[in-house]
């Protein structure tokens, strides 16, 4: 999708619909608004002290990137019921409130949008979680930009070898599906791991949505 067609469709009212009350204000525990980002340290794998626990054998690790809080909201739900650990990717530097107005085609965001090369080189504050080996389950997290994943997550994509891996993308968007985000990001992994795609969550969210989806999942662990 690319920026004309998304605002045209109206990516815009439906995400400030989302955004302005109907969002995931039941998952509980949570603030709103905001950048995101209390929970879990920059760039840091935290321990996830509660939950439901992982199946054994398996660790899993929730990465995410998260521009205004819905993608962490989401991630924590996983991470509490799988007991994962939790890493949020801050990219460096990140993205001021300016840069994410796709409105403005001047905008950082419209700006990499526009010339791919800008892309490649965003760096993230850490790129490479600490005990990346000990992981056999990764839940890879984004919001959805003009159709695919958050570039921010295309970083940590490359900077790490998914071998031996399985790997379940998820996002959140205000009206666009998951589409061909996972399936890219598994190419930017050069065919190592086990990919599948999750789901992406639009419109109001519940830890119910993110639980009943966690139950759908056909995981090895
Ligand atoms: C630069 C940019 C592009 C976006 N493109 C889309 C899109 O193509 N389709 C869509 O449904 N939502 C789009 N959105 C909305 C976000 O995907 C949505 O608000 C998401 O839930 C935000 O997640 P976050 O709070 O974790 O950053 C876009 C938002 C931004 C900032």
Request: hydrophobic residues 40%; neutral net charge.
């Amino acid at each position: 999708m690319n920026r004309r067609e998304f605002l045209r469709i109206g990516g815009m009212s439906m995400m400030a619909l989302v955004l302005g009350g109907c969002g995931l204000s039941s998952l509980t525990g949570e603030s709103s608004g905001g950048q995101a980002g209390s929970s879990a340290a920059a760039g840091t794998a935290a321990s996830s002290s509660s939950g439901t626990a992982a199946a054994a054998g398996g660790k899993t690790l929730v990465v995410y990137y998260s521009a205004t809080g819905r993608t962490e909201r989401v991630a924590e739900v996983i991470a509490r019921e799988r007991g994962a650990d939790i890493m949020k990717l801050v990219p460096s530097p990140d993205y001021t409130e300016a840069d994410l107005d796709y409105n403005d085609a001047s905008s950082r965001v419209s700006r990499e949008h526009d010339d791919a090369s800008l892309r490649e080189k965003i760096q993230l504050q850490k790129a490479v979680p600490d005990n990346w080996a000990s992981y056999d389950t990764v839940f890879i997290g984004y919001p959805i930009w003009w159709g695919i994943a958050a570039w921010p997550v295309d970083a940590f994509v490359k900077a790490n070898d998914f071998s031996g891996k399985q790997v379940v993308t998820f996002a959140t968007a205000a009206s666009s599906p998951l589409g061909n985000s996972g399936k890219l990001l598994a190419e930017m992994a050069g065919g190592k791991g086990s990919w599948q795609d999750g789901t992406c969550f639009t419109g109001s969210l519940s830890d119910a949505k993110v639980t009943d989806w966690l139950k759908s999942l056909k995981l090895s662990n």
